[in-house]
C-alpha cells in the first residue's frame, strides 16, 4: 500500500501541527497505522499506533497528553494531532503501515516536522 503524509512544518515550541497519513487508491482495512520519527542523528523510534478496524491505539509515555492519533473511516485517513510541541519533537516522522500482526512493512516518503524553542 502506497502511504502518503502531509502536514508538516515549523513551528515554535508550545505550537501545534496535525500530520496525516492516507493510503493511494485504496482503504486501511485490517491495517495497522503507525507514526514514527527519527530525530536528526538518531534512530527511528515508534511513537504511536491505531487500529483501523478497532480503534485502539497505543503511544509512547514521552508524547502522552500532548500527542493523539485517530483516523476518519470517512475519509481514509489517520492523523497525528500534536499539541504543546517541543523542541526535542523536532524529526522527520514517517506513516507506516501493517497488515494485522505482522511487521510494519509499508512506508511514506516522511515529512519534516522542525520545532523551535
Known amino acids: 500500500v502506497q502511504l502518503v503524509e502531509a502536514g508538516g512544518g515549523s513551528v515554535q515550541a508550545g505550537g501545534s501541527l496535525r500530520l496525516s497519513c492516507a493510503a493511494s487508491?485504496?482503504?486501511?482495512?485490517?491495517?495497522?497505522v503507525g507514526w514514527f520519527r527519527r530525530a536528526p542523528g538518531k534512530e527511528r523510534d515508534f511513537v504511536a499506533r491505531?487500529?483501523?478496524?478497532?480503534?485502539?491505539?497505543a503511544i509512547i509515555d514521552s508524547v502522552k497528553g500532548r500527542f493523539t492519533i485517530s483516523r476518519d473511516k470517512a475519509k481514509g485517513a489517520v492523523y497525528l494531532q500534536m499539541n504543546n510541541l517541543k523542541p526535542e519533537d523536532t524529526a522527520i516522522y514517517y506513516c507506516?503501515?501493517?497488515?494485522?500482526?505482522?511487521?510494519?512493512?509499508?512506508w511514506g516518503q516522511g515529512t519534516q516536522v522542525t520545532v523551535s524553542s
Open positions: 507506516a503501515a501493517a497488515l494485522g500482526a505482522t511487521p510494519f512493512d509499508n
Open positions: 487508491g485504496r482503504t486501511f482495512s485490517n491495517y495497522v
Open positions: 491505531i487500529g483501523w478496524n478497532s480503534g485502539r491505539t
